[in-house]
């Protein structure tokens, strides 16, 4: 084998990890996985199934797949009533994230709501553009250029007790669990509708799992005149930074 093909071995066996994770998890659950080629055929044959967008409402309306539903994971129980009565309907459930736990999770509660004929996009989003389908736009959140604080220079700024107010845009469980003294909860998916509540004279730090989502959300509200900032890797930057220090 040749050295490029070394390389590219191991490569390519990271690239599958999601996508055999996603199938592991699927064997073992009452509902399935669907490629994007099978689920564009039976778009086009005439099917009509019906696809949830399971992220957030702001990601949803700047990119979907076309005729999704929003209904992010965190609110599926509350607008369950958004899915069609017919139980034998055709769920899609999919997300940003090829590992797609979102619409995992999504996909569970549907199947203990008594749906029979559940599935979950294979790779997500990311699969259905690498495939080249269409994805339709309904409210484009430009994104713009936003400063990213390291954790260092943020746990410097909160030692000086900087007037800045952290904002953490992870689901309720999630910042339950762990979060960084201070900050306060705004969950993505509760975003638009609540952002009033936050202060326009102070410069807010956004905080995600790994400071991928902070970018349109820091995007939204800096065209509603706040001033934002995002935190660099998120908190799983900030908790190996305080894992690498008690080390030493």
């Not at 590219?8 to 009452?30: H, R």
């Not at 539903?69 to 017919?86: Q, R, W």
Request: charge should be positive.
């Amino acid at each position: 084998m040749s050295f490029v093909g070394k390389r590219l071995v191991p490569l390519i066996i990271l690239l599958m990890i999601p996508v055999l994770s996603s199938w592991a998890w699927a064997a073992e659950k009452d509902w399935k996985m669907i490629r994007p080629q099978a689920l564009q055929e039976m778009m086009g044959s005439g099917g009509k199934p019906v696809l949830i967008n399971t992220m957030s409402y702001l990601e949803c309306l700047d990119h979907s797949i076309p005729r999704s539903l929003c209904i992010s994971y965190e609110e599926f129980e509350s607008k369950i009533a958004m899915l069609p009565t017919d139980k034998n309907k055709t769920l899609i459930f999919y997300c940003e994230s090829e590992a797609s736990q979102r619409s995992f999770e999504s996909a569970d509660a549907a199947v203990k709501r008594g749906y029979a004929n559940v599935f979950v996009l294979e790779g997500g989003m990311p699969a259905w553009k690498r495939a080249g389908y269409d994805l339709v736009t309904v409210e484009r959140i430009p994104r713009m250029a936003i400063q990213a604080v390291t954790p260092q220079v943020l746990r410097d700024w909160l030692t000086e007790k900087r007037d800045i107010l952290l904002l953490d845009i992870r689901p309720e469980k999630a910042f339950n669990q762990a979060h960084i003294k201070g900050a306060v909860n705004i969950p993505l998916y509760q975003l638009h509708k609540r952002y009033e509540e936050l202060p326009l004279n102070r410069l807010l730090i956004l905080v995600d799992n790994r400071g991928f989502r902070t970018l349109i959300a820091a995007s939204y509200l800096k065209r509603k005149g706040f001033q934002v900032k995002r935190l660099f890797g998120g908190m799983a930057k900030w908790e190996a930074m305080l894992s690498k220090e008690k080390k030493n």
